[in-house]
């Protein structure tokens, strides 16, 4: 039987965003082709030529940051590189989880592949063995201004290769010496010139924590589409509001992708109505839900357009030129170019939060919800059913406005005002996640909030096909609230079925691919 390898090669190929959590969350191999070693060994060859020379150039025979002026010898060159990895691990807070680290492993190998970094072989080699074997590099994720690189994390990563830090094999921390050696990795015992600089200096930990954060915010807002469309059904929602001509007439892409998954997730139901019947229009949470999600998609397209060319960029410094002989510094380090798109990942996540959870209130308040007992329980009073599900979702909220206010208009200099203007994109990057991370459970609140709308209005046996597969997915977990319980543990449940993805999976077996 034959079996096939699945496997990531380094080349002159971009990659995506599916290669990079296909290597950091799916298990595949990572390799190095020989175009790659051949850039590599031409860019070394040149640094080597520098050293011997005793050219000045920064970073090779030279300090660093406000160091700059200061000449390193030949002879120093190693222990300079050695300095930089060990004074440079700074890193405050709670690890990076297990996918991000190994991004940041991957992206760093990429960058160091292209062959503008002047690193041996011996470098990307390790880096793509760590990935292959599983040692993880314990990597904690504050201190880094996302300016001269994300110097702090990446020399976490770095003190790894020499037998430093901490590593997890296995799921277990050790240090990383004893990782390493159970992994069967040979360190490397000491670096050459530039490669300690090669090694910290670029985006690659911001880059990769956004990234993940964007891929799981794109299947959060296909989850937010079933969640809407399964309070449409809970309120018999009026779906004229999704009809084709109207965003052809308006022309924003987002918007017209979200109609579409409304009007295709919605297919065959017997709960919504057309205006006219029930009322004449729905508030905005039910009515402008292909230009709320849809803003919120545009965004995710333009924030994926920007991290896949991160994801293949040279963020070095300075950068080895091999056809023209030169090695030049300047300021690919920089984050401002991510900073940016993941401070408007940011809003555009916590947005999906904001509807979400006018949705849940919709549903929970007498007022508001077309004939549905208060708080989505019998015999209220005695039971106070969603009452607090809402207050809960509501403080997710206010606490996502606070995060969103973006990063990137501050910026702290640092290395004696040399580093005077700073991206701040890590903050950008951690504050991004942290908003996700709020925002799917208020869509799983919403999930919840809506099964319970539709059983308390009997539609269960009208809903449409792909919405009948989302419900019974909840339900399988989440039983029907009859009298009051503990909340908190349906809601964690509700978050984790979304973590799952199996909502949009039975979704997608009904209505094809969804947009986003």
């Known amino acids: 039987m034959e ?25 595949y191999k990572v390799s190095i082709s020989e175009e790659a070693y051949q850039r590599i060994d031409k860019a070394r060859t040149l640094v080597d030529k520098y050293v011997e020379e005793g050219k000045v150039s920064y970073g090779i025979t030279t300090g660093f940051g406000k160091f700059a002026e200061i000449s390193i010898s030949k002879e120093q060159t190693g222990q300079l590189q050695k300095n930089i ?26 960058n160091l592949a292209k062959g503008y970094s002047g690193v041996r072989r011996v470098v990307v080699e390790t880096l793509v063995e760590m990935l292959n074997k599983h040692v993880t590099p314990w990597i904690p994720e504050k201190g880094s201004v996302g300016s001269s690189g994300d110097l702090s994390p990446l020399a976490h990563m770095s003190l790894v290769l020499l037998g430093m830090g901490k590593a997890y094999y296995k799921g277990e921390l050790l240090s990383g010496k004893e990782a390493m050696e159970r992994a069967g990795i040979p360190i490397i015992p000491e670096l050459s010139s530039k490669e300690g600089l090669a090694l910290t ?17 794109i299947n959060l807002s296909k989850h937010l589409d079933i969640a809407a469309s399964m309070t449409m059904e809970g309120l018999h929602g009026i779906i004229d509001a999704y009809d084709a001509r109207i965003g052809e007439v308006r022309g924003q892409s987002g918007q017209i992708r979200t109609a579409k998954n409304m009007r295709t997730i919605l297919a065959g139901s017997k709960n919504v109505t057309k205006q006219g019947v029930e009322r004449v229009q729905d508030s905005y949470v039910l009515r402008c839900i292909p230009q709320i999600h849809g803003a919120t998609k545009d965004t995710l397209e333009y924030v994926k357009q920007k991290v896949e ?18 090695v030049i510094s300047g300021g690919n380090f920089h984050g401002q170019p991510m900073a940016l798109p993941f401070d408007f990942l940011g809003i555009a996540i916590a947005e999906m939060a904001n509807v979400s959870e006018r949705r849940i209130e919709k549903m929970t ?8 007992p208060g708080f989505l329980v019998e015999n209220g009073g005695l039971n106070s059913g969603f009452m607090i599900v809402q207050y809960s979702a509501a ?4 606490e996502n406005k606070v ?8 910026s702290i200099p640092t290395s004696a005002n040399q580093e005077d203007h700073v991206s701040m994109g890590s903050i950008a990057a951690i504050k991004a996640k942290n908003i996700l991370e709020n925002t799917r459970k208020v869509v799983g609140m919403e999930l919840i909030s809506a099964c319970q709308a539709i059983d308390l209005k009997g539609a269960k046996d009208k809903l449409a096909p792909a919405v009948k597969a989302a419900y019974e997915e909840v339900r399988k977990l989440i039983p029907y609230v009859k009298e009051d319980r503990e909340m908190y543990i349906d809601i964690h449940k509700a978050e984790d079925i979304i973590k799952t993805n199996k909502i949009v999976e039975n979704v997608e077996k009904e209505t094809g691919i969804l947009e986003f």
């Open 3 to 27: 079996v096939f390898i699945l496997e990531l090669v380094l080349s002159s190929k971009k990659i995506t965003l599916d290669d990079l959590i296909n290597v950091t969350r799916n298990g």
């Open 85 to 110: 990895v060990m004074s440079h691990a700074c890193s405050v807070g709670e690890p990076m989880a297990d996918d991000v680290a190994r991004g940041i492993v991957l992206l760093r190998a990429v």
């Open 201 to 217: 200096n670029g985006t690659q930990s911001l880059t990769s924590l956004g990234a993940h954060t964007l891929y799981d915010a």
């Open 309 to 326: 060319i991160e994801i293949n960029a040279v963020t070095d410094n300075p950068l080895i030129f091999v056809d023209t002989d030169e």
């Open 365 to 372: 308040n007498p007022a508001l919800s077309h004939g549905l």
């Open 395 to 398: 403080a997710l909220v206010s």
């Open 403 to 410: 995060l969103a206010h973006p990063a990137s208009v501050d």
